[in-house]
Nanobody, 124 residues
């Protein structure tokens, strides 16, 4: 199974930026897509963005559209999430994940391979 490792979280003030990384093991992602999710304390895990490797098609959640950008570096087997204009409501643990099969949605139940998460805290 591919190992996913997130990094890049931290604490910033509202309006600031962070770039999260999701690095895959040497064999690559072995998936048709990858997604970033986040989970705030007491809330359900929600999808932030999903990216299809073959086509480059990207779908953002409305809550982050225009502020977050996903990108990839195939030489490093790494996917990035650039987060700008951060808001306190973006505070959460962020996870990258790949699905068990061919379904790529914003439903966490479709994903079987998860990283350990990285904490993002945005203060007002």
């Amino acid at each position: 199974q591919v190992q996913l490792v997130e990094s890049g979280g931290g604490s910033v003030q509202a309006g600031g930026s962070l770039r999260l990384s999701c690095a895959a093991s040497a064999s690559g992602y072995s998936s048709i897509c990858i997604a970033w999710f986040r989970q705030a304390p007491g809330k359900e895990r929600e999808g932030v963005v999903r990216f299809y490797f073959a086509s480059g098609h990207t779908i953002y959640a409305d809550s982050v559209k225009g502020r977050f950008t996903i990108s990839r570096d195939d030489t490093e087997n790494t996917v990035y999430l650039q987060m700008s204009a951060l808001k306190p409501e973006d505070t959460a643990t962020y996870y990258c994940a790949t699905p068990a099969g061919g379904a790529c949605s914003f439903g966490p139940q479709d994903y079987s391979n998860w990283g350990q998460g990285t904490q993002v805290t945005v203060s007002s």
